[in-house]
């Protein structure tokens, strides 16, 4: 069963850091291409970074540049997006999804695989 998990969500101050993390399992996250998305309440689902299979490049929405930095870690099948100086905005649900084509990173509609998404609060 091809499955993406989400964890290391939570309440945070703004200013602070989180680490999340998505495993794969079912297949092998080597060959996909994996990004994070976050839909905040009555918004839209927006792209907020990518990773590449091939080479391991790497996107980011211009508001998180900065200060999100994704990394994977193939030999766990994970992917990681720290996020330090949380402000208020980046209050979501965030999810990852992987993909084995290429296209525009932040298309969600070129996503094959979506995880349930954790819930990031910052908030003082």
């Known amino acids: 069963q091809v499955q993406l998990v989400e964890s290391g969500g939570g309440l945070v101050q703004p200013g602070g850091s989180l680490r999340l993390s998505c495993v794969a399992s079912?297949?092998?996250?080597?060959?996909?291409?994996i990004a994070w998305f976050r839909q905040a309440p009555r918004k839209e689902r927006e792209g907020v970074s990518c990773?590449?299979?091939?080479?391991?490049?790497?996107y980011y929405a211009d508001s998180v540049k900065g200060r999100f930095t994704i990394s994977r870690d193939n030999a766990k099948n994970r992917v990681y997006l720290q996020m330090n100086s949380l402000k208020p905005e980046d209050t979501a649900v965030y999810y990852c999804?992987?993909?084995?084509?290429?296209?525009?990173?932040?298309?969600?509609?070129?996503?094959?695989?979506w995880g349930q998404g954790t819930q990031v609060t910052v908030s003082s």
């Open positions: 990773i590449t299979s091939r080479d391991g490049s790497t």
């Open positions: 079912g297949f092998n996250l080597d060959y996909f291409t």
């Open positions: 999804a992987a993909r084995g084509g290429g296209g525009v990173w932040s298309n969600e509609y070129e996503y094959e695989y």
